[in-house]
């Protein structure tokens, strides 16, 4: 008798749950830095528009004046291209980064609404979501995301 040459149907079903076990341990540890880097992203957008604004009341002694709560592509005409290249317009999860700026140009607010668009600016310090905003507020982060994130 002639012997056959092959894998037999156990040894690829031992395969392919070996491969199945990996990826289940291996993709949500994935979708979690993908989620980090758009938090770190977003981090460092807002603190070069900051930057901009900042050099921006050095020159003229006060932050840009008469604009609404909104985005903020409203400060486009302001601050480029003199004081930053290529204003930031989009959060990492590609939802537009909001504005608040005191109509006597004496503060301002940057945040992000994070993962989904539905976070709120609500209290300060530390998340622990990839849902909770991201909030710079005349020079700091007043909300940041810090440790395990969950969501």
Do not use: C, H
Request: zero cysteines; charged letters at 15%.
């Amino acid at each position: 008798m002639k012997r056959q040459k092959g894998f037999t149907l156990i040894e690829l079903l031992i395969v392919v749950a070996i491969i199945g076990i990996i990826a289940a341990i291996a993709i949500p540890n994935l979708l979690n830095a993908i989620n980090r880097g758009r938090q770190k992203r977003t981090m460092s957008d807002i603190r070069s528009i900051a930057t901009a604004l900042e050099a921006y009341s050095v020159d003229f002694n006060f932050y840009p004046k008469g604009l609404s709560t909104g985005v903020v592509t409203q400060l486009t005409t302001y601050v480029m291209p003199t004081f930053i290249k290529r204003l930031p317009t989009n959060d990492g999860w590609n939802q537009a980064l909001q504005l608040d700026m005191e109509t006597a140009g004496q503060s301002y607010t940057i945040w992000s609404l994070a993962k989904g668009g539905t976070g709120a600016v609500g209290t300060g310090g530390p998340k622990t979501d990839f849902a909770d905003a991201i909030v710079f507020s005349n020079g700091q982060f007043y909300a940041w995301p810090e440790g395990m994130q969950t969501n």
